[in-house]
């Protein structure tokens, strides 16, 4: 009867001891005490063949019931310390390495045309948008580039198949033909058919050209409309907001000058180049806005006075970035993309 009780003490402190386990060395030690060999349930388990028969029914059934229930215990306590450890190798090893977050940042593209924005939304002008698609009215004839004439051919375009013709009694079925815009400065003519002077806007977007592409050269590139219209708007105008323009954008004095060329929606038209590295770089096109202009717009040519130019967007960023191959832009290689 002594074993028996002796069988209960050691449970109660068993249970105890397996409770308080904290690591796997403690695990070990705990174990040893109550299933080692030196144990006391291994030393009342041998010594049963020595009870009288009468009691060893009972006190070998109780000893083996203890022992495996003990084994149960351990092996709970053994997965418990196990998780354990996981868990606290995940949350506490600080001398791992951090993970690095890597952040998007806007397209170098995206940057200049939010750079130039600003820049002239600080010289009071305004920012207008135009749709892509356009027809062949705001493209061409409202800028006094009407069907057949030769002018057309500076614009190498993209026409689109439609059998849906845009809806207006006072378009010709040619005229509201659908196209990929080759400029923004059928921007101007929408504006100016739905605003009176005087204004100042830029209208930056998207153009496209049918050409086949080089370094210099690619079938979609951006340009930066501008267009300001007044009562006494002259040259001297345009020549100011270009000064101011080019040196906030380049961020220095910028030297350039200005060659007649021809454009139909001016007149007189220019380009606009500027001294870079001892090189002349065509960076605009510019003018007067031609009366024709301002006809189609419905407004009075002999009221009203202004000028417009259009920017090559990737042109000005190549030139303040040193980048060779405008396809780079296009391209989409982080390579390139995450240098900026
Ligand atoms: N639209 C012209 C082009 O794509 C550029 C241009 C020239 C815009 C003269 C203008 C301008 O507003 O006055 O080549």
Excluded: C
């Excluded at 009867?1 to 069988?7: F, R, S």
């Excluded at 002018?151 to 375009?157: K, L, N, S, Y």
């Amino acid at each position: 009867m002594d074993i028996l009780k002796n069988l209960e003490e050691i449970k109660k402190l068993a249970h105890q001891d397996i409770e308080a386990i904290k690591t796997t060395e403690e695990f070990e030690k705990v174990r040893v005490k109550y299933l080692g060999r030196k144990s006391e349930l291994s030393l009342a388990l041998r010594s049963i063949k020595d009870l009288p028969i009468e009691e060893r029914r009972e006190v070998g059934f109780k000893a083996q019931k203890l022992k495996r229930a003990l084994e149960e215990l351990f092996l709970r306590k053994l997965s418990e310390l196990n998780v354990k450890g996981q868990m606290s190798m995940v949350s506490l090893d600080i001398t791992k390495p951090g993970k690095k977050i890597e952040l998007g940042h806007l397209h170098p593209l995206t940057k200049i045309s939010q750079e130039i924005k600003n820049i002239f939304i600080s010289l009071n002008f305004s920012v207008v948008d135009g749709p892509q698609v356009e027809i062949e009215r705001y493209n061409f004839d409202a800028l006094n580039i009407p069907a057949n004439h030769s002018a057309r051919d500076m614009w190498d375009t993209f026409w689109l198949q439609s059998s849906q013709k845009v809806s207006s009694s006072q378009l010709s079925a040619a005229s509201s033909r659908l196209l990929l815009r080759t400029h923004t400065s059928p921007v101007q003519i929408r504006y100016m058919e739905s605003h009176q002077p005087p204004f100042q806007i830029i209208a930056p977007g998207t153009v496209y050209r049918y050409e086949a592409t080089d370094a210099t050269h690619s079938f979609q590139f951006q340009q930066l409309e501008g267009l300001m219209v007044g009562k006494n708007i002259s040259f001297a105008n345009f020549k100011y907001v270009i000064s101011v323009f080019l040196e906030k954008f380049f961020k220095r004095k910028i030297e350039f000058i200005l060659r007649p060329n021809y454009y139909p929606f001016v007149e007189p038209g220019v380009d606009v180049y500027i001294k870079w590295k001892n090189r002349w770089l065509e960076v605009a096109g510019a003018g007067m806005v031609h009366p024709k202009v301002f006809e189609a717009a419905h407004y009075n040519p002999r009221e009203w006075q202004g000028f417009a130019f259009g920017f090559g967007l990737d042109r000005l960023a190549m030139i303040k970035y040193n980048i060779p191959d405008v396809r780079l832009f296009y391209s989409g290689d982080l390579r390139f993309i995450k240098q900026f």
